[in-house]
C-alpha cells in the first residue's frame, strides 16, 4: 500500500562547485538527483512514508541513475517509464548567496515532458492517500494532459490533492498560459502550496493573510504559504496561524521548500483516514514539525543528501523547543 505518490518533473540538478557566482561564472556542476515532487517523494520515504513517483527519464545513464537513486531511499519507481527519443531533463544551477538561486533547465522538451496518459500507473493513483504535484508538467503535452488525468483518477478514488505551484518563468513560453494552468489546478487542488512570490503571481496582492483567504475560496482546503527564513502560514476555513522559521546556519536553501511540504504530508498520513487536517488542533504542531524538516535541509549542501530521517527531525525538535 502507498501513502503518497507524487508526479511531475524528474530530472539532474547540475549544483554549482561554489557558491556566490552568478550564473555565467560557475567554474564546475556537479550532478545531483532533483526534481520538486521527486524531491518529496524521498523526503517523504526517508520520514516513515511509503512514497511512489511518476514520470519520465531519458533512456541514457542520467535516467538510470535518477531511478536508481529513488529505489536506493525507499521510493517506489514502478510509475516512471524511460523515453528512447528525449534525454533526460537537466538544469544548471548558480547561487549568488546561500538563499537565492538562478536556474537554466536544458528541456527542449526533456523526458519528463514525455509521459503520456496512457503510460500513467493508475493502481499507484487509485490507491495513494494523497497526490502531490507541481507546475512544471504542466508547460506543455502530453505531459499536462496526463497531469490533469492523474488528478482525476486520484480524486474519484478519495485521494487528498496537493500542490505546489513552483513556477519557473524561464520555462513558459506566455505567462498568461502559465497562470491559466495553474489556475485549473488551484480549483482541483485541497492542498495548496505557495511562496511569498507566487501568490503575488497568483492574485497581484502581496499581503499573505488577504491572499491566502482570497485562494481559499477557490477550492483549496487549505493553503500553505512558505517564506523562507521568515516562517511560514496556513489558512484553512477553520484555522490561521503563522509558523516562524527555526534559525539555523543556511548552507544551500535549495528543496528545504519540497522537505517542508513532505514533512507536512507525512504528518497528515501518519495521523490517518480521519485526521481534520484544516484544524488548528493539527496544523500548529504539524507546521513546526515541516519547518523543522526544512530547516535541516537548509543545513547540507545538495536536496536528496540533506533530506532528513524521523529520528534525525525529533532529535532537532527536541534540541530547538
Same mark, same amino acid.
Given at each position: ?73 525507499? !521510493? ?43 503510460? %500513467?500507473?493508475?493502481?499507484? %493513483? ?15 503535452? &502530453? ?48 492542498? %495548496? ?29 487549505? !493553503? ?58 493539527? %496544523?500548529? &504542531? ?18 536528496? &543528501? ?16
Amino acid at each position: 500500500m502507498i501513502d503518497l505518490v507524487t508526479l511531475g518533473e524528474i530530472l539532474i540538478d547540475m549544483f554549482p562547485m561554489e557558491i556566490g557566482c552568478r550564473l555565467g561564472e560557475v567554474t564546475a556542476f556537479l550532478p545531483k538527483p532533483g526534481g520538486a515532487p521527486a524531491n518529496v517523494a524521498v523526503a517523504a520515504s526517508k520520514l516513515g512514508i511509503k512514497s511512489a513517483f511518476i514520470g519520465k527519464v531519458g533512456q541514457d545513464a542520467f535516467g538510470e541513475k535518477l531511478i536508481s537513486s529513488l529505489a536506493d531511499q525507499g !521510493v517506489e519507481t514502478r510509475g516512471i517509464c524511460k523515453d528512447a527519443i528525449y534525454r533526460t531533463t537537466m538544469a544548471l544551477i548558480a547561487m549568488p548567496d546561500e538563499f537565492s538561486a538562478e536556474i537554466i533547465f536544458y528541456r527542449n522538451p526533456g523526458a519528463d515532458l514525455c509521459l503520456r496518459e496512457d503510460e %500513467l500507473d493508475k493502481p499507484l %493513483l487509485e490507491n495513494a492517500m494523497i497526490f502531490h504535484s507541481g507546475s512544471l508538467s504542466l508547460v506543455d503535452d &502530453p505531459a499536462r494532459s496526463a497531469h490533469f488525468a492523474a488528478v482525476r483518477i486520484a480524486q474519484s478514488s478519495g485521494g487528498i490533492v496537493s500542490f505546489d505551484v513552483n513556477f519557473r518563468p524561464t520555462l513558459w513560453d506566455d505567462p498568461n498560459a502559465a497562470l491559466e494552468q495553474i489556475w485549473k489546478m488551484v480549483h482541483l487542488t485541497d492542498i %495548496l502550496k505557495c511562496n511569498e512570490n507566487e501568490i503575488q503571481l497568483l492574485t497581484g496582492l502581496s499581503e499573505v493573510e488577504k491572499v491566502a483567504e482570497q485562494l481559499l475560496l477557490e477550492g483549496p482546503k487549505l !493553503v500553505v504559504v512558505t517564506m523562507g527564513q521568515l516562517g511560514s502560514y496556513y489558512c484553512s476555513r477553520i484555522a490561521r496561524g503563522f509558523m516562524p522559521a527555526f534559525k539555523v546556519k543556511t548552507v544551500d536553501s535549495i528543496g528545504c521548500g519540497d522537505a517542508f511540504i513532505a514533512g507536512l504530508l507525512s504528518r497528515i498520513i501518519k495521523e490517518g483516514k480521519g485526521v481534520d487536517y484544516q484544524s488548528e488542533e493539527f %496544523l500548529k &504542531p504539524a507546521f513546526r514539525y515541516a519547518s523543522a524538516v526544512g530547516a535541516i535541509t537548509a543545513l547540507t549542501k545538495g536536496v536528496i &543528501p540533506a533530506l532528513p530521517s524521523a529520528s534525525q527531525v525529533d532529535e532537532f525538535l527536541a534540541q530547538n523547543p
